[in-house]
C-alpha cells in the first residue's frame, strides 16, 4: 500500500478552493461533505509537481501537509 504523501489538515482548511483551482488534478471537492481533498496522491515526493507545491504554498491557513 502506497503511503499518503499529502494530506489536508481539516481543522485548519478554509475551504476557500486556492489549492483545487491552482492544482486541480492533486485537489478535489469532496461532493458529499464539500470538503477539500486530496485527488490523486503523488507517488513519492520528488513526483510532487511544481502546480502541487504553488498550491501548497498558497494554501492560506497552511492546511496541506507533506508527509515525509
Ligand atoms: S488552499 Fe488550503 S485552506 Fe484552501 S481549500 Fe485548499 S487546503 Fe483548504
Do not use: G, R, Y
Request: with cysteine; proline share 4%; charged share 30%.
Amino acid at each position: 500500500m502506497s503511503k499518503k504523501i499529502l494530506s489536508i489538515d481539516h481543522s485548519l482548511c478554509l475551504n476557500c478552493q486556492t489549492c483545487t483551482i491552482l492544482d486541480p488534478k492533486t485537489f478535489k471537492v469532496n461532493s458529499k461533505n464539500q470538503k477539500t481533498e486530496i485527488k490523486k496522491q503523488p507517488t513519492s515526493i520528488k513526483k510532487i509537481t511544481e502546480d502541487t507545491k504553488i498550491a501548497i504554498e498558497s494554501c492560506p491557513s497552511k492546511a496541506i501537509k507533506i508527509n515525509h
